[in-house]
Nanobody
Framework: QVQVVESGGGLVPPGGSLTLSCTVA????????MGWYRQAPGKQRELVAR???????NYADSVKSRFTISRDNAKNTLYLEMNTLKPEDTAVYYC?????????WGQGTQVTVSS
């Protein structure tokens, strides 16, 4: 079974920065694409950024040029560097790891952007 654990959330003022991490315990399974999603209160979960096993990335329009997704395959870790944060970035951020037939999710980490 794959275990996915996020960390790094917190409270940050508008314009601030935060970096999220996601560690994946693969237990011998192969992980392909990985991504960050977020869900704000009363809204559906949405894709923030995604990175393929070869490093190809794509971003939601709302975070382009502000967020950077990266992965360290040797450490089985996914990152999301978030800059110039806005109040509308407030949400629970979830890490997703895609196996060959199953999608694995973490429990989420809260990011709150407020003064």
């Amino acid at each position: 079974q794959v275990q996915v654990v996020e960390s790094g959330g917190g409270l940050v003022p508008p314009g601030g920065s935060l970096t999220l991490s996601c560690t994946v315990a693969k237990n011998g399974l192969t992980i392909y694409a990985m991504g960050w999603y977020r869900q704000a209160p009363g809204k559906q979960r949405e894709l923030v950024a995604r990175i393929s096993s070869t490093g190809r990335t794509n971003y939601a329009d709302s975070v382009k040029s502000r967020f950077t997704i990266s992965r360290d395959n040797a450490k089985n870790t996914l990152y999301l560097e978030m800059n110039t944060l806005k109040p509308e970035d407030t949400a629970v951020y979830y890490c997703n790891a895609q196996g060959s037939a199953t999608s694995y999710w973490g429990q989420g980490t809260q990011v709150t952007v407020s003064s």
